[in-house]
């Protein structure tokens, strides 16, 4: 059928149809997120700007004075100060190296769950652990309270059943606290971080378990020479995240379990520096110290990408 005199004046007047490339397309996908990003992670480091004035509240910035490096140099100088970052170090330090030491974990809590047979239980195990993360740690907290205060369910129980005179202090004492918060946030978090190790599992070719089947190879041979192998590249990728974060704990979960009597080993890098600005009202130096964290993570970051790309050929970012 030949085209209309219409069809053809709007083919002359609009001329050729341009194809939008697929990878525009996707970038109009992202660009939302990218927008996101920028105004929530980067337009704040406006206010890194604080961490060179006097600052007091409720002055304008423009009314407070000019001090250059002034906070700085009193994170150095100052013998105080300089106690107590360490100590604060110290806490980071030990909460960050023993989530890593506890970062197998995930991947074998990953394995487990895809060598359960039976259906039900395994959609219920996974269920179970993965439901915490969604849980705010101000309503872990109410829990933790309600079962280990000194009134709380678990005392009860043994103050009745004659095993003790008096109530432990669970949640107001000093006493082994970097393992309780350990053990909180491995509870918490366990069945999310193991989403991605069970996403690389179905993404092994299932051709390698059939042929060591047939070679005669048992379920743990399986595991040893297939799955945990296939699995490695991811938790090295995961690792070297971690490392790159090493001086970033968090803030939530340390906020709702400080308490006068554990403060000694429960504050953290980021609960020290919202303590400092909003706790004590010093934001200049809160802000110095925050902004001195983010470099030293930057420079983490850059150093296990190129330790990725001299041992293992790839880079991370």
């Keep these: 059928m030949a085209p209309t005199n219409d069809a053809i004046f709007y083919k002359r007047k609009n001329g050729p149809q341009k194809k939008i490339s697929p990878g525009f397309k996707l970038f109009l996908w992202v660009l939302p997120f990218l ?20 600052y007091r509240p409720p002055l304008k910035l423009s009314q407070c004075k000019f001090v250059g490096w002034q906070w700085f140099r009193f994170l150095f100088s100052n013998p105080t100060q300089v106690g107590q970052m ?26 487990f769950l895809t060598e359960i047979h039976a259906k039900w239980f395994k959609k219920a195990v996974q269920v179970l652990t993965t439901l915490p993360n969604f849980i705010s740690w101000v309503l872990v907290y109410s829990v933790a309270f309600s079962l280990f205060s000194s009134t709380g369910m678990v005392n009860n129980i043994l103050q009745s059943a004659g095993a003790i005179a008096e109530p432990i202090k669970f949640l107001d004492s000093d006493s082994h606290t970097w393992l309780k918060m350990l053990l909180w946030g491995t509870w918490k978090g366990l069945g999310w971080s193991a989403i991605m190790y069970l996403a690389t599992i179905s993404g092994i070719d299932q051709e ?7 070679d005669g190879a048992g379920r743990f041979d399986l595991i040893w020479h297939i799955t945990l192998p296939g699995l490695l590249p991811t938790y090295f990728v995961l690792l070297m995240l971690s490392v790159a974060n090493f001086l970033s704990n968090g803030l939530d979960q340390y906020f709702v379990f400080q308490n006068a009597f554990n403060m000694t080993h429960i504050q953290v890098l980021d609960l020290y520096v919202y303590n400092l600005g909003l706790g004590n009202g010093n934001y200049a ?25 001299v041992m293992r050929g790839e880079s991370i970012v």
């Design 208 to 214: 390698l378990y059939e042929a060591a089947k047939v």
């Design 86 to 111: 360490m100590r604060v170090l110290l806490n980071t330090f030990a909460m960050s190296g023993l989530g890593i030491l506890t970062s197998p974990l995930a991947m074998f809590f990953a394995v």
């Design 285 to 309: 130096l809160a802000t110095a110290l925050s902004m001195m964290k983010s470099l030293v993570s930057v420079v983490l970051l850059f150093f296990v990408n190129t330790l990725s790309k």
């Design 35 to 54: 927008i996101l990003v920028f105004v929530f992670s980067y337009l704040p480091l406006y206010g890194w700007i604080y961490a060179f004035f006097d």
